[in-house]
Every structure is written in C-alpha cells, then in structure tokens.
C-alpha cells in the first residue's frame, strides 16, 4: 500500500526549530520526495526536494540557510529540519513523491503524484 504520513509539527516560538518525518511506505527509494506547505488562505508552495540517492536537494529561496532535507532509505523516512523559525512559517505541511522526476526539483506542487495528509506548524509567541 502507498501510504505517505507526515508527523512531527506543533507549536513553535519564533527562532524555534523543529523536525519533521514523512514515513513513506510501499514507494521505492529512487523517487524524489518534496516538502510543501499551505498557510491559511494561501496557494501550496514548495520548500524543498531530496532526490532519491539523497545526492541532490533544492530548497525555496524563503528557507535557504533555515531548513535543511534529509533521508534515510533503510527507514523510507525523509525528514526536514527546520531551524530559526519565523510566524511566515506557518502552515500545514505537506510530503509528497515525484514518480516521474518532473516536478519536484523545480518545487511544483501541481505535478506530485501521492500526498500526505500533513501535519500543521505552528510558529507564534
């Protein structure tokens, strides 16, 4: 079963960071795997993409130097580290898998093909 679950959100203080995990089942490890997220009353925007070999990453320009991608295929999870966080960070955020390696290094969300339910940050004093 295809199965994508984000976890790892919750409430930050501004300059706080987090961790999230997106444990990705049943998918093989050569897909890229992205990072989106939603604020409320705003389109879905990219933040990052890892490539399956993990050798390439690319991030929004918004969050270069503050996020950083990582994965671990022995644990299918892909994770994003998420330092100096600021109340522009907030929103709900997605993991989603590229099958055909055309969307997720440019960070288009429209061309991902299976999505997480999300899990919401929250970044206020």
């Known amino acids: 079963q295809l199965q994508l679950v984000e976890s790892g959100g919750g409430l930050v203080q501004p300059g706080g960071s987090l961790t999230l995990s997106c444990a990705a089942s049943?998918?093989?490890?050569?897909?890229?795997i992205g990072w989106f997220r939603q604020a409320p009353g705003k389109e879905r925007e990219g933040v990052s993409c890892i490539s399956g070999s993990g050798g390439s990453t690319n991030y929004a320009d918004s969050v270069t130097g503050r996020f950083t991608i990582s994965r671990d295929n022995a644990k299918n999870t892909v994770y994003l580290q998420m330092n100096s966080l600021k109340p522009e960070d907030t929103g709900v955020y997605y993991c989603?898998?590229?099958?055909?390696?055309?969307?997720?290094?440019?960070?288009?969300?429209?061309?991902?093909?299976?999505w997480g339910k999300g899990t919401l940050v929250t970044v206020s004093a």
């Open positions: 989603a898998v590229d099958t055909y390696g055309s969307s997720c290094m440019f960070l288009r969300h429209s061309g991902m093909d299976y």
């Open positions: 049943g998918f093989p490890d050569y897909y890229d």
